[in-house]
């Protein structure tokens, strides 16, 4: 026997730090003692189960040998990187980091022409059986899963920030960021600031994490529905102000469910529900008591962890259930401030929605299959479609689907009232003055995103186009500046439901005309990307040079004009209710002042043309903004920090610089300009911009956003400016 636990210790993992070997999850469950056993304990190995560990720091279930599996995959990828780019594949237990040389884990060795094969790749996870479901054992457990950060060795700091910020938006995703997103335009602005480069490397430090959602699962909580008045206020909380933008349920299918569940909890025996019930339940309840704010994040975090040992049971119906399983998860991410990885779980959606059809025409290809599971069909690839638009656009990604294979309808316009298996209960909105349903905003919605695709796909192409390419692009700018208008225009004049769902931006006419703002700015960003001091092609003419140099001038002008209008919106509908923030939120804010700061750096004309007073009134309506965030979440302090010395920095610029003062506003530009990518900018910087740059370089930046530089470098390809 001594002999036996000898063994049995020798195979365990070390223990680091004050972490200490702990039993599974099963023999926990079963009461069985655990022998500790790395990587399966002899229970689970007997009868054929995971072996998952929780991790105390963070609650979240991992294989035993989860962290030696990290490091052997670490190694293995140095040794491809060794291949192709030997100077920048540093040992991962580098010299700074306080680890000796004979715990690091070795170069690669041998001939750099025999690659290591794929087969040997090490996991993290068991390998899956054949007939296994795929979602049963891989989604659940990648919902509890965190990312896995890298080093980094030089990046600007602003541009450390918005990287992290843009993948926080798209749930922490920590990998390849493409030509939309604002990782490139935030190096622009740091090459025009002169933002000093961060050198050095260190690890991802999760000390400054705010407290949130999946930071801290409780397991053994026995499950318990909430009040009656509670679990109205969560349901209310949900259908209010998440339903009208992710209408991917049905509410009278949804009281069905919550129906059941009550009555089988009256009679104390929930194991006699449904999964699927009681995790769309959970779910919805998560989800609300996440909108009703950070006093509730602790319920909000139960129920999701109670909800997710559900899904295993609605994935395997492989059916529209699990769709809505999937995007339930997706929106949970968006609400909370830690996640799972929209563009994971997008991406998972899109192609569960592929796989059923539900991309093609309902009425051609699905014609007898009953009117409440064709409209929801459809209601689930578009919001599918919509959180995928956004991630992409966010990431600089390839979107999951491109638009040349949908030709599924819009949602009908009803209310879910309406729509039963039996047929249509009333006829869907069609007159534009006509009163709006809960429907209304989503369907105006997608018709915007259906635009940034068009916007991503010929302004921001995966590669670099010559320049003849983007000469002949004028028209394209101005045909998409005048959809945009359209849409802009054709926003329902009564879509305001502010009053009854005060917890939502979604439901009033003020996120309408946040999104138009924020995509005028995506339009014209990609115009604003060259280096001042830039030359024009050979190929492009002295009369294209004088018009581009007009254009991006007009250019700098309307997003100065969009980005203070953000700003303000912003701040008067985050002082004035209970709207609660998310990282969408935040990275469409933040963003919007960095460019109103930009523009002012960038263009004298801007300068000259905007009063001193304008200036600090935008930038203290971003920075309050961001000050309320930053309250209530610790990870957004260094966005504050950031925006309120820059914006300091930037109003004694324009205040030293000498211009006379200009009309209250900026005046609204027309048309959008036609412009080209390679414009030489004209004004200079301000002189004495780099005495107080000097000042930028001791702000404190988490260091939890430093993997991101050799992501950029490996996978990226941008310019260094």
């Not at 990046?155 to 918005?162: A, I, P, R, T, Y």
């Not at 529900?273 to 950070?294: E, N, P, R, T």
């Not at 009117?371 to 999951?400: H, N, Q």
């Not at 960003?525 to 294209?544: E, F, K």
């Amino acid at each position: 026997m001594s002999s036996q636990r000898a063994s049995t210790h020798t195979a365990k993992r070390p223990r680091l730090g004050e972490r200490t070997m702990l039993a599974c999850i099963g023999c926990k469950q079963k009461k069985l003692k655990c022998d500790g056993q790395s990587p399966k304990c002899q229970n689970c190995v007997r009868t054929g189960r995971d072996c998952l560990v929780e991790d105390p720091g963070t609650g979240l279930h991992r294989p035993r040998d989860y962290m030696k599996s990290l490091e052997a995959r670490v190694a293995y990828l140095e040794g491809l990187l060794q291949q192709v780019r030997p100077e920048v594949a540093l040992d991962h237990f580098g010299p700074n980091e306080g680890h000796d040389a004979d715990h690091s884990a070795p170069p690669p060795t041998g001939s750099t022409s025999q690659p290591m094969p794929i087969m040997h790749m090490p996991t993290a996870f068991p390998t899956l059986p054949e007939q296994s479901s795929f979602e049963d054992m891989d989604f659940s457990r990648a919902l509890r899963a965190p990312s896995i950060d890298a080093d980094d060795h030089h990046v600007d700091m602003l541009s450390s920030e918005v990287a992290l910020l843009c993948l926080s938006a798209a749930g922490r995703e920590p990998h390849y960021f493409g030509p939309s997103s604002a990782v490139s335009f935030s190096r622009i602005v740091s090459a025009t600031m002169g933002l000093a480069s961060r050198g050095g490397s260190s690890q991802h430090s999760h000390a400054g994490r705010a407290k949130g959602p999946g930071s801290e699962v409780p397991r053994e909580v026995p499950l318990r529905l909430p009040s009656p008045t509670l679990r109205a206020n969560l349901s209310q909380a949900y259908f209010n102000n998440i339903h009208p933008q992710y209408p991917f349920l049905h509410k009278p299918t949804f009281q069905i469910w919550e129906e059941s569940c009550l009555k089988a909890s009256l009679e104390g025996d929930l194991s006699s529900v449904s999964g699927v019930s009681l995790f769309f339940v959970l779910m919805v309840y998560a989800i609300g008591s996440l909108v009703l704010g950070q006093s509730h994040y602790d319920a909000a975090e139960a129920y999701y962890s109670m909800a997710l040992d559900h899904i295993a049971a609605v994935l395997d119906l492989d059916s529209l259930e699990s769709i809505q399983a999937i995007l339930s998860c997706a929106v949970y991410s968006i609400r909370s401030p830690v996640g799972v990885s929209l563009w994971k779980v997008s991406g998972m959606a899109i192609r569960h929605c592929i796989e059923l059809g539900y991309h093609r025409s309902a009425e051609k290809y699905h014609r007898n299959t009953d009117a409440l599971t064709k409209e929801m069909s459809k209601r689930c690839f578009w919001v599918a479609y919509d959180i995928d638009r956004v991630v992409a656009f966010t990431l600089g990604r390839p979107v999951g689907i491109p638009d040349d294979s949908i030709d599924v309808e819009l949602p009908l316009d009803m209310d879910d009232e309406n729509i039963t298996s039996g047929g249509l209960m009333a006829n869907p909105r069609t007159n534009p003055t006509g009163p709006p349903t809960l429907m209304t905003g989503f369907v105006h919605a997608i018709k915007l995103r259906r635009l940034w695709t068009k916007i991503s796909d010929n302004l921001y192409p995966p590669s670099i186009r010559r320049c003849g390419n983007h000469c002949g692009q004028r028209a394209t700018v101005e045909s998409l500046r005048q959809e945009l208008d359209e849409w802009r225009v054709n926003t329902p004049d009564q879509l305001d439901y502010s009053v009854s769902h005060p917890l939502s931006v979604f439901t009033s006419r003020s996120w309408f005309q946040l999104a138009y703002d924020h995509s005028i700015l995506l339009l014209y960003r990609h115009y604003m990307m060259a280096l001042p001091g830039s030359h024009t092609p050979a190929n492009c003419n002295d009369s294209t040079n004088v018009n581009d140099i007009e254009a991006t001038e007009r250019a700098l002008e309307e997003c100065a004009v969009r980005a203070r209008e953000m700003c303000l919106l912003y701040r008067r509908v985050y002082q004035s209710s209970s709207v609660q923030f998310t990282w969408g939120s935040l990275h469409i804010l933040f963003l919007g002042g960095l460019t109103y700061l930009y523009c002012l750096w960038r263009s004298k004309r801007v300068r000259d043309s905007i009063r001193q007073a304008d200036v600090v009134t935008t930038c203290m309506a971003c920075t309050t903004v961001l000050i309320i965030i930053a309250e209530r979440w610790n990870l957004a302090t260094s966005y504050r920090d950031i925006f309120e010395t820059l914006s300091q920095r930037t109003i004694t610029m324009v205040c030293n610089d000498g211009h006379k003062p200009g009309p209250t506003s900026l005046p609204a530009i027309g048309p959008g300009p036609s412009m080209d990518n390679h414009v030489p900018m004209s004004g200079t910087s301000p002189s004495g911009m780099q005495d107080w740059i000097n000042d930028l370089d001791p702000m404190a930046i988490p260091q939890e956003s430093e993997w991101l530089v050799q992501q950029l470098n490996l996978l990226q390809g941008v310019r260094e400016f």
